[in-house]
């Protein structure tokens, strides 16, 4: 019996080990073939502008080309869906952004969980800026909450939801309200802001840049995180940080299947990093108005889980 157990012991061990080392080599090969980089929307939006940008350097920096697929439907949830279908392997990753956890937590019950990925670094990510015509009554902040604060409600706000929900946020902490106008698409509230149906949008830097100064004045930025210097339209503008509000930032994130080996997200973490690093990906962001802000997984983690708790918080503003 003692031979028998001594045995079971050792084969234990080895089949251990030869374990670690067969992950270890998995991991050391990544990747040896093309990767599908699934994109949860439609072709031309910011986050399909923002992978397509990256894959024109995956080849000199991942070693492998990106196949890079666009599978929009049901608030990016669809897209998700099928990361999960596929082998934990690392050869299939999805970039997303704040849109299907918004959707995954306002749905009851939810098809699945906003913590069924594994975040291996944000890679962008967006603010959501308010703005009004020029020359409105409410054309600078002070104005604006001074306008809010007198009259609750007669503001008219209109964006996407997670647009919307970085305003309601901010606003709750000033102590002003305005009517949320709902949107399914940046573009559709663009235009009723454009044609007078609304007072105000909020929107990205990059949506509003054409729009600056002849159609659009700035009010505020209601992240914590500051509009890059360089872009002047938005010199001036307070951010929520500066005003002394907690801010709501997007990600745009990288995720991959909950089940693949750490060994091989820490992989794509640090080819990421050095992705976004390249001159030629950097100078393509630059011209869409886009800003390459990088989290390597060990912080993107953790801000994941952040932003997932304050817009636990922020629906029920909006509701």
Request: proline content about 7%.
């Amino acid at each position: 019996m003692k031979r028998l157990s001594k045995l079971f012991v050792a084969l234990t061990i080895a089949s251990l080990i030869l374990g670690f080392s067969i992950a270890d080599q998995t991991s050391a090969a990544y990747p040896e073939k093309m990767i599908t980089y699934i994109v949860p929307f439609k072709a031309g939006g910011g986050t399909d502008r923002t992978a397509r940008i990256l894959s024109t350097g995956a080849i000199d920096h991942f070693g492998q080309a990106w196949h890079v697929r666009n599978m929009p439907g049901a608030s990016a949830i669809v897209g998700w869906k099928e990361l999960l279908r596929r082998p934990a392997d690392g050869y299939t990753i999805m970039q997303s952004s704040s849109t299907p956890v918004i959707a995954l937590l306002l749905e009851e019950p939810p098809p699945l969980s906003p913590f069924d990925i594994k975040i291996a670094c944000y890679v962008a990510g967006f603010r959501s800026i308010i703005v009004s015509k020029p020359g409105a009554e409410w054309s600078s902040w002070e104005k604006f909450k001074a306008a809010a604060k007198k009259d609750p409600g007669k503001i008219t706000l209109a964006g996407t939801q997670s647009l919307l929900m970085g305003a309601a946020a901010m606003f709750d902490q000033a102590g002003i309200k305005v009517n949320f106008v709902p949107y399914e698409s940046t573009g559709a509230a663009v235009a009723d802001f454009l044609g007078g149906h609304v007072n105000c949008l909020a929107a990205t830097s990059s949506t509003l840049l054409p729009l600056i100064p002849e159609k659009a004045t700035p009010i505020v930025n209601t992240s914590d995180v500051p509009l890059p210097e360089k872009l002047k339209e938005f010199k001036d503008v307070p951010d929520a940080k500066s005003l002394g509000y907690e801010g709501m930032f997007f990600p745009r994130w990288v995720g991959v299947h909950p089940d693949t080996p750490d060994e091989i997200v820490d992989i794509i973490s640090e080819k990421m990093s050095k992705l976004v690093k390249d001159k030629s990906v950097k100078k393509l962001f630059s011209k869409i108005g886009e800003e390459i802000i990088f989290l390597p997984r060990s912080e993107a983690e953790v801000a994941y889980k952040q932003m997932v708790e304050s817009m636990k918080k922020a629906i029920k503003l909006l509701k």
